[in-house]
């Protein structure tokens, strides 16, 4: 393989980390570790759908932002209304400027770049808020500015083939020599794989791969070790 492209979310850093924080300040119930990674599994699923949304104009950015939380409190019956929401959101992003990189991560990084492998970012969302995260796990080390694509500049967002396309001519990237390396099974694998690239599935949340899909991860891992033991 010649290309390396990597999701950030959930891929390059354990984004739950963050939200466990975010829920030990704001809720009072007598939450366990385990409540609250349902809880944030549940709030992944409802970004994922709320962002389409917001992609497609049907919500506002904000109604994403809160939405997720207020539909995974509501599925265990936790009250929250759109001021706790807003201030949930608030208290996640500068929770998140404390990410760090799994240790793993960054040593396959420096692994692959003094490969000589040319390496990438692809991230969904929003640009001013991806940007900072990007910056906050110090991906410059490794990968410049312009082969970091976050789908709120491109005008595109996975899995759309679209913004395969775009990076595909930016990077100056051969299909069948580029693996993609990201969480989400229906942004990252289907993504990926419908644009012709290789995809490894970073699956560390253990989920399974969708009965009707279509599509197959290259490679799948369940942990960042794993990961780096696959480049090796």
Excluded at 93 to 120: C, D, M, S, T
Excluded at 146 to 163: D, Q
Aim: charge should be negative; aromatic fraction near 10%; charged fraction near 30%.
């Amino acid at each position: 393989m010649d290309t390396i492209i990597f999701d950030v979310d959930d891929t390059l850093y354990d984004q739950a980390q963050s939200f466990h924080k975010t829920v030990r300040k704001l809720f009072q119930e007598p939450l366990s570790d385990e409540d609250i990674d349902q809880l944030y599994k549940a709030n992944r699923k409802y970004s994922e759908i709320l962002f389409d949304q917001s992609e497609a104009g049907e919500i506002s950015q904000f109604e994403w932002q809160t939405g997720r939380i207020i539909a995974a409190c509501k599925d265990f019956n936790l009250p929250i209304d759109q001021e706790k929401a807003a201030t949930f959101h608030e208290t996640y992003v500068a929770e998140q400027q404390n990410i760090a990189l799994f240790p793993e991560v960054e040593e396959l990084l420096n692994k692959l770049y003094q490969e000589g492998k040319q390496l990438g970012i692809l991230t969904n969302g929003e640009e001013k808020h991806q940007a900072m995260k990007i910056k906050q796990l110090g991906l410059s080390r490794w990968i410049p500015a312009e082969k970091t694509f976050i789908s709120g500049t491109i005008g595109h967002a996975k899995p759309k083939r679209e913004v395969f396309d775009f990076i595909e001519k930016k990077m100056n990237i051969d299909p069948p020599q580029t693996v993609y390396v990201g969480d989400n099974f229906e942004k990252d694998i289907v993504g990926a794989k419908q644009a012709g690239w290789q995809a490894v599935w970073m699956n560390h949340r253990k989920k399974e791969i969708p009965v009707d899909s279509a599509y197959n991860p290259d490679n799948e891992v369940h942990s960042a070790k794993e990961l780096l033991d696959l480049f090796s």
